[in-house]
Structures are given as structure tokens and as C-alpha cells.
């Protein structure tokens, strides 16, 4: 069974730029999260998606965004980027809504951005 | 909203030492604890989980944690580490809505 795969897996991108980063779920999974994970911010949360509706959001400016597709696969945008959003982007699904609904998000090996 | 607290970024010990990595989480609600490891350049894995019941949790890899409710506390023990288990470590707290992840120990196994 396929797991989470993200791509691109790295990208690097100058300020200014827009970039979109793409989740694909394990099969069956309907919920896919997002985290920005930086080493002095630790893990934060961005937003998780249901059935194509966003479910809920971490405390991120607008140029942050997300959708997702009747077959669960979900994007990621980030506009007008800052040095600041040089990161490692994970994307999680699990089987039902809500975060840990089940005990587990199961973790693709993330996209690292980086901005110049 | 709850927290997670992981009291330690950095824990070196030598291989076949035990080691306990810290967590305490504070929340108004009941929750759901986890512990999940990232090995370099990969994503996270979930190493075990506390959703109810008995208090002392195993994992994978020959973990455990205890859940200690008065002391919001969900510690992660391991009694002999091996070189492999060098990686991060986060500890979670979900209420079943919204899940908050620890800053993460850095375990480091010396030979």
C-alpha cells in the first residue's frame, strides 16, 4: 500500500515567487493536514481538509492557501513568499475528519522549500 | 486550546543506556497523546498512542509511555537505546479536532 507522497520533494524559489506543493493520500484516506515545520518553530499546524472542504486552520497569513480534489489529493499555495516561509511542508492524512480522529496521521517525507 | 511541552531539545546517551524523553501537555479536555519519531530527511511516525484505558502504552522499537493524568504528563521510555534510535522525537495532544505537536528532543545514541 502506497504511503503519503508529496512532491516536489525540494524547491527553491526568490522572494516574491508563488509556490505549489502537492499531497497525495493513502488510498482511502479522505482528511489531509498540513504542518510547516522550522527549526525554531517546531511543527506548526496550517490547515486540514475533508471530503474538499476545509475543516480547520492554523493561525497563518492568507498567502497561505490550500484545496483539495474529489480524489483526496491536496494542494498547497503559498504567495508573494518570504525569506521567513523557508521550510520543511508535511502533508498527513488519516481516515476520518479531524486530526488524530483515529490515533494516527500518517506522514508523507515532506516538500523542503527553500526562498532566496 | 491545548499544549505540549516537550522539556528537553537535546538528550545524548550512550547506546544501551535508558533514556526518557519528557512531555507535559496542558488542555481543558480530555485529549489524546502521541509520540512520533522523524528519522533525517523523512517524515513522522507514529511510535505509539494513548486514547483511553490502561496508562502505560507500547509502542514500536520497544518503547513506552506512561499517561499520568495528574501531572499531565505523557513521558517516552525506552530501557536500552540502540545507535538507531538517534532522530527526533515529538510528543502530540489532540482532541479529537485539533492537533498540537511539541518542539521535539533531539535523542543522539553515542557508541
Known amino acids: 500500500k502506497a504511503g503519503v507522497t508529496q512532491t516536489p520533494r525540494y524547491l527553491i524559489k526568490t522572494r516574491g515567487q508563488q509556490v505549489t506543493l502537492s499531497c497525495s493520500p493513502i488510498s482511502g484516506h479522505r482528511s489531509v493536514s498540513w504542518y510547516q515545520q522550522t527549526p525554531g518553530q517546531g511543527l506548526q499546524f496550517l490547515f486540514e481538509y475533508f471530503s474538499e472542504t476545509q475543516r480547520n486552520k492554523g493561525n497563518f497569513p492568507g498567502r497561505f492557501s490550500g484545496r483539495q480534489f474529489s480524489n483526496s489529493r491536496s494542494e498547497m499555495n503559498v504567495s508573494t513568499l518570504e525569506l521567513g516561509d523557508s521550510a520543511l511542508y508535511l502533508c498527513a492524512s488519516s481516515w476520518g475528519p479531524g486530526q488524530g480522529l483515529t490515533g494516527e496521521l500518517f506522514f508523507g517525507e515532506g516538500s523542503r522549500l527553500t526562498v532566496l | 486550546a491545548q499544549s505540549v511541552t516537550q522539556l528537553d531539545s537535546q538528550v545524548p546517551v550512550f547506546e544501551e543506556a535508558p533514556v526518557e524523553l519528557r512531555c507535559n501537555y496542558s488542555?481543558?479536555?480530555?485529549?489524546?497523546l502521541f509520540w512520533y519519531v522523524q528519522y533525517p530527511n523523512q517524515g513522522l511516525q507514529l511510535l505509539l498512542k494513548y486514547l483511553s484505558g490502561s496508562t502505560l502504552v507500547k509502542g514500536i522499537n520497544g518503547f513506552e509511555a506512561e499517561f499520568n493524568k495528574s501531572q499531565t504528563s505523557f513521558h517516552l521510555r525506552k530501557p536500552s537505546v540502540h545507535i538507531s534510535d538517534t532522530a527526533e522525537y515529538f510528543c502530540a495532544v489532540s482532541n479529537n479536532n485539533d492537533m498540537r505537536f511539541g518542539a521535539g528532543t533531539r535523542l543522539t545514541v553515542k557508541p
Open positions: 488542555s481543558s479536555v480530555s485529549v489524546y
